[in-house]
């Protein structure tokens, strides 16, 4: 790949981004005592708390606008966490900015059918009118632009995003006019899918919590028009064709073959042994009897690897014998 690491074409094409975080705006909105009311709610819908972390990650966007230093750190001090640990997280998702975003984040598919049908052009024409690059944003703040690998909705392209809210089918001229009216604070419906809001609330929604101010919005958004034309063409044809699937058939399954072990439960055999036989015995497939009796006590090691040691609780352990580890790089190097 000729892009640098850190550099917008290499986060376009990678999805990784290695640039550092920026510091934080003194305006910046804090992270308050509601804040962390809603993370620790966040935190108590999962059996491992650390489970919370991206979800947490979208309301610290939902608050800031971005993945923040300062967000960073709340994750961290909540979870138990390092920071080093969040921000490997958080810079490993696209969906989680490293900087301040617009009120608006507009995403164009430059993947391969996108790309085809005019994407690259939309996303060109769309840059040169704002005057920024891929994850830049606008001088008024209204806007942020990116590439997107891949907006999952081939049926409909070229195809943009606003705040993850679909434009399908867009063609230059289009794609300008919608940046035009977000750019003046207008709100042009999606062609499918919830009313569009801004990139904040939907990190809010992404979240866990209602991004809408009351019951009637929220309603209005579930239940926006969800079209699906151009993903069913396919089965209106084969309707009005009268053509349906091949029947399956009477084929009988396959009988898999009889596990080539002793019966579970033999004379001098320990409760794992056992165990093992029912699990090998059991087996539904070929892969899965293969995979049983490979994790069989009596099953020998393979050449060259030294036998393990099965602690307590069953799990493996390098071994500790005195010959263990001689002449390997550690040895070597010290």
């Known amino acids: 790949m000729s892009a640098l690491p850190g550099s917008y074409e290499g986060t376009a094409v990678t999805g ?26 966040l935190m108590a819908r999962y059996p491992q708390e650390r489970s919370a972390l991206l979800p947490m990650l979208h309301l610290v966007q939902s608050v800031q606008g971005y993945v923040s230093p300062e967000g960073v750190g709340f994750c961290a001090r909540l979870l138990g966490l390092t920071k080093a640990e969040v921000g490997a997280v958080a810079t490993f998702y696209t969906m989680y900015k490293r900087h301040p975003t617009g009120e608006h984040l507009v995403s164009v598919c430059t993947n391969t059918l996108c790309a085809v049908l005019g994407g690259q052009r939309i ?27 891949c907006l999952a909705a081939c ?10 809210e679909f434009y399908d089918q867009q063609d230059v001229e289009s794609a300008r006019a919608l940046v035009t009216a977000l750019r ?18 939907v990190s809010r929604q992404l979240a866990g919590f209602s991004q809408h101010a009351d019951l009637e919005a929220e309603r209005a958004a579930i239940d926006a028009p969800s079209a699906g034309g151009p993903t069913l063409i396919g089965v209106r044809l084969a309707a009005e064709r009268g053509e349906s699937a ?12 009889e596990p080539d072990v002793e019966p579970a439960g033999g004379p001098g055999e320990t409760a794992s042994e056992q165990a093992a036989d029912t699990a090998v015995a059991s087996a539904d497939t070929p892969a899965e009897r293969a995979g049983a009796a490979q994790h ?3 099953t020998p090691e393979p050449a060259g690897r030294q036998p393990a040691e099965r602690g307590r609780e069953g799990t493996d352990t390098p071994p500790t014998s005195s010959g263990a580890g001689q002449n390997s790089s550690i040895e070597r190097e010290t």
């Open 155 to 164: 049926d409909y392209a070229p195809v943009v995003t606003v705040d993850y």
């Open 16 to 41: 990784l981004d290695s640039s550092p975080v920026e510091p934080a705006a003194p305006d910046l909105p804090p992270l308050t005592e509601q804040t962390e009311a809603e993370a620790r709610e």
């Open 123 to 149: 996303y060109d024409a769309i840059s040169a009118d704002l005057g920024v690059g891929h994850d830049q944003t606008a001088a008024d703040g209204s806007v942020t632009l990116e590439h997107a690998e």
């Open 296 to 298: 069989h006590p009596d």
């Open 184 to 201: 003046m604070g207008e709100k042009p419906p999606p062609t499918r899918g919830a009313p569009l809001t801004d990139f904040r609330g």
């Open 246 to 257: 091949p029947p399956m058939g009477d084929a009988q399954p396959e009988q898999a073959p």
